[in-house]
């Protein structure tokens, strides 16, 4: 069920066991073998489950960290209250305390790091953005200063594209390795002679500010600025929305 992008396996193991899933017109039970072709059908009250969680879209500040509270900081979902819903939200949904039962960060956004950050009570969407099959492209706008080797005026902040070697740009590209393995391509490309856009298909802890380490660069500044389809907009820092019935990621 979770591999035909019904539900999460965790909901998948729920509906089971609340009897919502059928396989061949039977019934299913935990532990039943599934054939490729078996024909499964889900229970309307699981439907109307899923129907029912939200997905929220949060500009996310620095000082907060992506999931469970650590070090002495707050996670981001204390920022999800009625005060600090975007009074532009396009959609029409209420804020009620039962939407915070569940929801989770489908991915992670560094404590020092702002912009996009999903949280979700939809299995269905956390699969899509973090599942292990995920190739879903995240966009990052990169503010960094250079050292070049040897540089006695020590490290750039001003016009670091022309100080920044072409050979390095591609090797952020393509070529870099972390924890052992070979990162998959990004595109990357100068904003303006002090920022870089990023596009990643991939989310290694930390993964921008160590590719920029290896090449002489130091992160100043991160904003994740769109997950696949859905971009951040003009959601203010600090505020949410829900995502819209019609948008995708």
Not at 8 to 27: K, P, T
Not at 78 to 99: A, C, K, M
Request: net charge positive.
């Amino acid at each position: 069920m979770a591999e035909l992008g019904l539900c999460s396996r965790r909901e998948a193991d729920d509906w089971v066991a609340r009897g919502w899933v059928r396989v061949d017109g039977q019934v299913a039970v935990m532990g039943m073998q599934v054939r490729p072709d078996a024909r499964i059908e889900i229970d309307r009250a699981a439907q109307g489950q899923q129907d029912n969680r939200v997905t929220i879209l949060l500009n996310k500040p620095i000082g907060y960290v992506s999931g469970q509270a650590e070090d002495g900081h707050e996670p981001a979902v204390v920022l999800i209250h009625p005060r600090t819903h975007w009074r532009e939200d396009p959609g029409n949904q209420r804020f009620s305390p039962p939407q915070l039962r569940g929801l989770a960060p489908a991915g992670r956004l560094d404590i020092d790091s702002v912009g996009l950050l999903v949280l979700t009570q939809d299995g269905r969407v956390a699969r899509q953005l973090i599942g292990e099959d995920s190739s879903m492209e995240k966009e990052y706008l990169v503010r960094v200063t250079y050292s070049p080797d040897g540089s006695p005026q020590g490290p750039l902040a001003k016009n670091v594209q022309a100080a920044f070697p072409p050979a390095q740009l591609a090797r952020l590209r393509h070529g870099l390795s972390l924890d052992g393995q070979a990162l998959k391509p990004a595109q990357v490309d100068w904003q303006n002679p002090e920022q870089l856009r990023f596009v990643l298909t991939e989310g290694k802890k930390r993964q921008i500010r160590r590719m920029c380490e290896l090449v002489g660069l130091k992160v100043v500044g991160l904003k994740r600025i769109r997950i696949g389809r859905v971009v951040l907009g003009n959601l203010p820092l600090g505020q949410w929305r829900y995502l819209g019935p019609h948008e995708r990621f």
